[in-house]
């Protein structure tokens, strides 16, 4: 079982830059594609980034894409998220989630293909 806990949110101005961090550990982390999602309330749960456990694929909603970077670190057992020129929109709380894949460049950008969850961390933006 994969447990993920992520970390990095705060309280920034517009156009300044934060990187979140998604650490895991489980045996199986080093085989599961990795994605990135917010929430505000009321709303369901947005996808913003992903990534393949062989970090051969990525794929970025369109209201993120040139602005933010998904990476991961395999010896460290953690997924980053930069988030530059940050907009008051992506204010919201950020959960990294882990799902098992049989290929390395594996990706999904649906909240009902994740199976592990972290608890979430607070990113505000404020204008």
């Known amino acids: 079982q994969v447990q993920l806990v992520e970390s990095g949110g705060g309280l920034v101005q517009t156009g300044e830059s934060l990187r979140l961090s998604c650490a895991a550990s489980?045996?199986?982390?080093?085989?599961?594609?990795v994605g990135w999602f917010r929430q505000v309330p009321e709303n369901a749960r947005e996808f913003v980034a992903t990534?393949?456990?062989?970090?051969?694929?990525?794929f970025y909603a369109d209201s993120v894409k040139g602005r933010f970077t998904i990476s991961r670190d395999r010896a460290k057992n953690t997924v980053y998220l930069q988030m530059n020129d940050l907009k008051p929109e992506d204010t919201g709380v950020y959960y990294c989630?882990?799902?098992?894949?049989?290929?390395?460049?594996?990706?999904?950008?649906?909240?009902?293909?994740?199976?592990?969850w972290g608890q979430g961390t607070q990113v505000t933006v404020s204008s």
């Open positions: 989630a882990a799902r098992e894949t049989s290929m390395d460049n594996y990706i999904y950008n649906s909240a009902k293909s994740y199976r592990a």
């Open positions: 489980g045996r199986t982390f080093g085989r599961s594609a």
């Open positions: 990534i393949s456990w062989g970090a051969t694929s990525t």
